[in-house]
Nanobody
Framework: QVQLVESGGGLVQPGGSLTLSCAAS????????MGWYRQAPGKQRELVAT???????NYADSVKGRFTISRDNAKNTVYLQMNSLKPEDTAVYYC???????????????WGQGTQVTVSS
């Protein structure tokens, strides 16, 4: 089985910074794309940022220039550096990864349990 565990969420003032981490563990043959999504109360889950195994990145327009996604393939970990945080960034942040558990099977998407980020003065 595969587990994704997020950490690093919390309460921060507007303009502050936080770094989220998400470590994948378990029966892993290879990891493809990894990413972060978020869901605010009463809203649908939305894409924040993604990163391919080769390091190509994609960001939602609302976070471009403020958030940076990165990954450490040796540690099976993806990060989200969040700067200049705004109250509208408040949400539960979820990481996701496309994981292949064996060379004989196709990759599947796995999700973490989520970590709360609250931006408030």
């Amino acid at each position: 089985q595969v587990q994704l565990v997020e950490s690093g969420g919390g309460l921060v003032q507007p303009g502050g910074s936080l770094t989220l981490s998400c470590a994948a563990s378990g029966s892993i043959f290879s990891i493809y794309g990894m990413g972060w999504y978020r869901q605010a109360p009463g809203k649908q889950r939305e894409l924040v940022a993604t990163i391919t195994s080769g390091g190509s990145t994609n960001y939602a327009d609302s976070v471009k220039g403020r958030f940076t996604i990165s990954r450490d393939n040796a540690k099976n970990t993806v990060y989200l550096q969040m700067n200049s945080l705004k109250p509208e960034d408040t949400a539960v942040y979820y990481c996701t990864a496309g994981v292949r558990v064996d060379y004989r099977v196709r990759a599947q998407d796995y999700w973490g349990q989520g970590t709360q980020v609250t931006v408030s003065s």
